[in-house]
Antibody, heavy 117, light 110 residues
Framework: EVQLVESGGGLVQPGGSLRLSCAVS????????MTWVRQPPGKGLEWVAN????????YYVDSVKGRFTISRDNAHSLLLLHMKSLRIEDTAVYYC??????????WGQGTLVTVSS | QSVLTQPPSASGTPGQRVTITCSGS????????VSWYQQLPGTAPKLLIY???QRPSGVPDRFSGSKSGTSASLAISGLHSEDEADYYC???????????FGIGTKVTVL
């Protein structure tokens, strides 16, 4: 069974940092592009970043470039998102997802990040 | 304002056919595959359609996708009450070097 489990969300002050993790099982993690997608409360989905199988390529939405870093640990089937200089508008549920066929075919349950003073 | 344009809402009665359109441009839908996602209230999104018109295993065949030029469509035939959800289209955008989602369409079963 494919499983993606996010963790690391919580309340953080503006300007603060947070690291999200996504533990994966049930498929070959090292063979898959992986993605982070976020959803602000009551709003739509926004793609955040993705990373190639070996970590050699990464892409980011403009609003997080220079602040967020996506990385992966293939030995432990772990996807990471390091977030710094957090802003109120970064408040959202963050989902990790597997990328396949130019789509996101498996999703985690999400972890809530709240940026507030 | 999203790069991909979807209507904010759509509705139908049980058994009806509902179609949601997603309009983009030559740098996204016109050049890349479109995918569609269903998000039931309080849950994570679920892939409904990939590569414009392909259904993952387990997705009922009353969901169908199509693409023509810079627009794509999701059709739900024989609407069920459990189809009440938000539906999002998505595609890679070559100009932005980023995936883009539509704003989402809330489907209501009357």
């Amino acid at each position: 069974e494919v499983q993606l489990v996010e963790s690391g969300g919580g309340l953080v002050q503006p300007g603060g940092s947070l690291r999200l993790s996504c533990a994966v099982s049930g498929f070959s993690f090292s063979d898959s592009w992986m993605t982070w997608v976020r959803q602000p409360p009551g709003k739509g989905l926004e793609w955040v970043a993705n990373i190639k199988q070996d970590g050699s390529e990464t892409y980011y939405v403009d609003s997080v470039k220079g602040r967020f870093t996506i990385s992966r640990d293939n030995a432990h089937s772990l996807l990471l998102l390091h977030m710094k200089s957090l802003r109120i508008e970064d408040t959202a549920v963050y989902y990790c997802a597997r990328s396949a066929w130019d789509s996101f075919d498996s999703w985690g349950q999400g972890t809530l990040v709240t940026v507030s003073s | 304002q999203s790069v991909l344009t979807q209507p904010p809402s759509a509705s139908g009665t049980p058994g009806q056919r509902v179609t949601i359109t997603c309009s983009g441009s030559s740098s996204n839908i016109g050049a890349k595959a479109v995918s569609w996602y269903q998000q039931l209230p309080g849950t994570a999104p679920k892939l409904l359609i990939y590569n414009n018109d392909q259904r993952p295993s387990g997705v009922p065949d009353r969901f169908s996708g199509s693409k023509s030029g810079t627009s794509a469509s999701l059709a739900i035939s024989g609407l069920h009450s459990e189809d009440e959800a938000d539906y999002y289209c998505a595609a890679w955008d070559d100009s932005l070097s980023a995936y883009v989602f539509g704003i989402g369409t809330k489907v209501t079963v009357l």
